[in-house]
């Protein structure tokens, strides 16, 4: 069965502070891997998205890395702004394209504290 | 181009009864997705649509069903409200066929007492 485990659940961090978020996941074969950023009572909006081939991908402060051979992703946030706090949601993409065929993972929440 | 819009964004609805949710996509997105938002569970894959056909659904019972019209637009229903249907409904519209390039709205927040 295609997973993808996200950790830690939650996160508390000080403003100004790096973090990075994890992203394990079992779907195969395998599409790309996208990273979400979703706000309180709000829709996720796409910060990055991969393909199996790219190790890395960068929009603004934050960072995602993927090694396909651990099936592992990564997401750095980089000086943390109190706007950072959200659900970062990791989804693997098997190579349909069907929606159905996406694998969400239940996201890391994460707050920044000034 | 506006976003992909959603309405109502709130609703409160009692068992038994049934609800219409409505996303319009950006314009010129042809296929919409809808999921089911739940703390416990995450996002769950309702259905996908693409040029007014169903492409595929979720694993959910006869009671959600869905529809997309000739400009795209689609509205999902549920019949006989349960208590464990409250949840945010989220629709997602995509340029074409594939969802590589999803959209999300900001949901509909769905309480079911």
């Known amino acids: 069965k295609n997973q993808v485990e996200q950790s830690p659940q939650s996160l508390i961090i000080l403003e100004g502070k790096n973090c990075t978020l994890q992203?394990?996941?079992?779907?195969?074969?395998?599409?790309?891997l996208r990273w979400y950023k979703q706000d309180t009572g709000r829709g996720p909006v796409s910060l990055t998205i991969m393909t199996f081939s790219e190790n890395t991908k960068s929009n603004g402060r934050y960072t995602a890395t993927l090694d396909a051979d651990t099936k592992q992703s990564s997401l750095h946030i980089t000086a943390s702004q109190l706007s950072d706090s959200a659900s970062y949601i990791c989804?693997?993409?098997?190579?349909?394209?069907?929606?159905?065929?996406?694998?969400f993972g239940s996201g890391t929440q994460l707050t920044v504290l000034p | 181009k506006a976003g992909v819009t959603q309405t109502p964004r709130y609703l409160i609805k009692t068992r038994g009864q049934q609800v219409t949710l409505s996303c319009s996509p950006i314009?010129?997105?042809?296929?919409v997705s809808w999921y089911q938002q739940t703390p416990g569970q995450g996002l769950q894959f309702l259905f996908e649509y693409f040029s007014e056909t169903q492409r595929n659904k979720g694993n959910f019972p006869g009671r959600f069903s869905g529809r997309q019209f000739s400009n795209s637009r689609s509205e999902m229903n549920v019949s006989t409200l349960e208590l464990g249907d409250s949840a945010l409904y989220l629709c997602?519209?995509?340029?074409?066929?594939?969802?590589?390039?999803?959209?999300f709205g900001p949901g509909t927040r769905l309480t079911v007492t």
């Open positions: 314009s010129g997105h042809r296929s």
């Open positions: 997602a519209s995509s340029p074409g066929r594939e969802s590589y390039e999803q959209y």
């Open positions: 989804v693997v993409s098997a190579p349909s394209g069907s929606a159905r065929q996406l694998t």
């Open positions: 992203c394990n996941y079992t779907v195969s074969p395998f599409s790309n």
